[in-house]
């Protein structure tokens, strides 16, 4: 039976090549040998005494795969060992499935567990050894194959990578997407608070302006009176709201509650109010904006969590436009009653 050595070298390979495979492979067979061969095709076949075993076809990087190829060697390795021994006769094993005939019943096994086929039969054929043309052939056919199993993986991993590339792309997309999207809302929100905050504003210098009227005719009708009382004249009243309380000293308690009452009647209809507070110690003015049901005690809730200079039951509240001292009795009223809807500025002390 000729070695794996002479299979090689019949099959037209270079012996120091044959001699390096089998090395490299450690003697594990044709098939590991020949993967190494065709794998190192082309390369300069180094000093043998400097190469040490890889262990097993590992020390080829470009192993072919099992399939007919296998077969095929398996074969042609078959048909040159029984060149070695003519005085055996040759028998072959046909496939009834699909006509292939094999020499021996190693190779039917063989192509069986690749194909599935499972029925054979004996055949009078003599599968001919091969010539040296028709191993040059079936070398060359091995060759391309391989190749062509190369360029099919390469094709795949290229075509697998660009799958992948596109995904990673489209999730970055995505995200962008969502980021915009937030952005939008935030800037939405933002202009709708600009929007709300204008329209308070405008509420609240509508209701200053209406104030500020309302105290300069209350004024003027104080001055009528007290220069009539001067002069000695009858006391006329006006038909305004304004000139039917008491006659009293301009500035006076009475005149303030007055205008408290006229400014509470023109801020009824607002539910927030808005206060500025000013410490009599200085510092920044603390602002805020709190429900017109809400009392002065909550505003005082509110100055004293915002300093600790504060304390609920001492602080004292004042307004200077117009002038008032709110007395403790006040602080259970709320500030719709107490006239300081829908904004005002506190002192507190």
């Known amino acids: 039976m000729p070695s794996d050595k002479e299979t090689l070298?019949?099959?037209?390979?270079?012996?120091?090549?044959?001699?390096?495979?089998?090395?490299?492979?450690?003697?594990?067979?044709?098939?590991?040998?020949?993967?190494?061969?065709?794998?190192?095709?082309?390369?300069?076949?180094?000093?043998?005494?400097?190469?040490?075993?890889?262990?097993g076809a590992g020390g080829s990087s470009g192993a072919m795969d099992v399939d007919e190829d296998d077969e095929d060697a398996a074969e042609l390795r078959d048909m040159i060992k029984s060149q070695g021994s003519a005085d055996v006769e040759a028998k072959s094993i046909k496939c009834s499935l699909c006509g292939k005939t094999f020499r021996n019943t190693a190779l039917a096994n063989f192509h069986a567990e690749k194909s599935g086929h499972d029925q054979f039969e004996e055949s009078i054929e003599e599968v001919k050894p091969l010539t040296e043309e028709e191993k040059k052939q079936k070398l060359a056919e091995l060759r391309e194959k391989m190749a062509a199993k190369r360029a099919v993986k390469a094709k795949e991993e290229a075509k697998e990578a660009k799958e992948n590339e596109a995904i990673r792309r489209k999730q970055g997309k995505d995200l962008n997407k969502i980021k915009e999207d937030l952005k939008a809302k935030e800037i939405e929100k933002e202009i709708?608070?600009?929007?709300?905050?204008?329209?308070?504003?405008?509420?609240?210098?509508?209701?200053?302006?209406?104030?500020?009227?309302?105290?300069?005719?209350?004024?003027?009708?104080?001055?009528?009176?007290?220069?009539?009382?001067?002069?000695?004249?009858?006391?006329v009243d006006a038909p305004s709201s304004a000139s039917s309380a008491p006659q009293?000293?301009?500035?006076?308690?009475?005149?303030?509650?007055?205008?408290?009452?006229?400014?509470?009647?023109?801020?009824?209809?607002?539910?927030?109010?808005?206060?500025?507070?000013?410490?009599?110690?200085?510092?920044?003015?603390?602002?805020?904006?709190?429900?017109?049901?809400?009392?002065?005690?909550?505003?005082?809730e509110f100055v004293a969590a915002q300093t600790l200079t504060v304390d609920v039951d001492t602080v004292s509240f004042a307004q200077h436009f117009p002038r008032k001292q709110f007395e403790r009795s006040d602080f259970s009223k709320s500030l719709r009653d107490l006239g300081l809807t829908p904004s005002a500025v506190l002192i507190a002390s």
């Not at 090549?17 to 594990?28: G, H, I, P, Q, Y």
């Not at 006229?262 to 003015?285: H, Y």
């Open 248 to 300: 009293v000293r301009p500035g006076g308690p009475a005149a303030a509650a007055a205008t408290t009452s006229s400014s509470g009647v023109a801020g009824k209809d607002f539910k927030e109010t808005r206060l500025q507070i000013r410490l009599a110690t200085g510092g920044q003015p603390l602002t805020t904006t709190l429900s017109s049901e809400a009392t002065l005690r909550e505003v005082a």
């Open 9 to 55: 070298l019949s099959m037209g390979f270079e012996e120091a090549r044959v001699n390096w495979a089998l090395k490299e492979t450690r003697n594990s067979g044709l098939q590991p040998a020949m993967d190494h061969i065709l794998s190192h095709e082309g390369q300069p076949v180094p000093d043998l005494s400097t190469v040490s075993s890889s262990g």
């Open 192 to 235: 709708e608070q600009r929007r709300r905050d204008k329209v308070e504003d405008a509420k609240a210098r509508a209701a200053i302006k209406a104030q500020i009227e309302a105290d300069r005719i209350a004024r003027a009708e104080r001055t009528a009176r007290e220069k009539a009382l001067r002069e000695g004249r009858e006391i």
